[in-house]
Every structure is written in C-alpha cells, then in structure tokens.
C-alpha cells in the first residue's frame, strides 16, 4: 500500500524560547526566515506562534511557541537535524568566532563524510556536515556509493 508521498515537506520543533531560537537558526546558522505566523491550536485553543525557517531552498523547519506557556525543552533526547555545510573547517572557525564551542570538532565519521555537533539553545544535537565529491545531502553522498558498510574505525558485533 502507497499513500502517495510525493516530498519531504517539514520538520517541526517546539522550542522554550522562539526569538533566542530564530537568532540561532536563522541569525548563526543564515538559514532564511520565510514566515512568522500565529494560529490557534484546535486541540487546546492556545494561541500557538510558528516561524519557518528555508533549508536548502527546498525544506523548511518550523520553529514553534506557546507564548503564554513556555515549556521546557529536553533537547537531548530529541530528534538530531542535520544540515550540511560546503566547508566543515571553515563553519567550525566561525563558530569559534561566535563564542559557539561544538560538542564535537570537526571528524571524519566516514570515508569523505565530516561533522560537527553543537546545540542549539534548547539543548538539542545539530549535526553539520560536510560530503565528499560535491554531494549537498545524504542521499547525494549515498547515491555516489558511500555508505554501503560500516564507518573505517567501527567494530563489528558479530
């Protein structure tokens, strides 16, 4: 059975504070603000207020707030985004540059494939990395045949 997806459309993260979560996103990451909007929720009736953020020109990440209920994020155990960056080495200065110090340098976690985890204001893991032979996102670098097998350095369990 097909339901007929066509895209990836958005992903949706509710964040304790929206404006220090747009200065984070779109201020320090330069992703651009393409809506602020605010709607009222039919479950709770709560005034919810939402800004989308564009990735890659094709994806957009909406940031979302109650404002008269604040809520605290544990980012930790929330879902990663990975965005990715044309030059790790250069990305990981300019955080530097910002007084962001990643949870992670720049690695190599495989073959061509390098990152950096920093969070953002909620605590949750960003992940920007960097792929070999021009690929801008993971179906690019996978589609070039990387990713079949296991990371140089991993253990087998079997």
Known sequence: MSLGIQKFSHVVMQVSDLGRSVDFYCGLLGLEKLFERSYSDPRTGRTQQVVGCLVGGTVVLELGADPERPRAIDGRSAPILALSVADIRETHRRLLEAGVTPTMPPT??????????????????????????????????????????SAPDAKSSG
Not at 125 to 133: K, N, P, R, V
Request: charged share 20%; aromatic share 10%.
């Open 108 to 149: 190599e976690m495989a073959p061509g494939l390098f990152m950096i985890f920093l969070r953002d204001p909620d605590g949750r893991t960003i992940e920007l990395a960097q792929f070999s032979g021009g690929a801008t996102c993971s179906v690019e670098y996978a589609r070039a045949g990387n990713g079949v097998g």
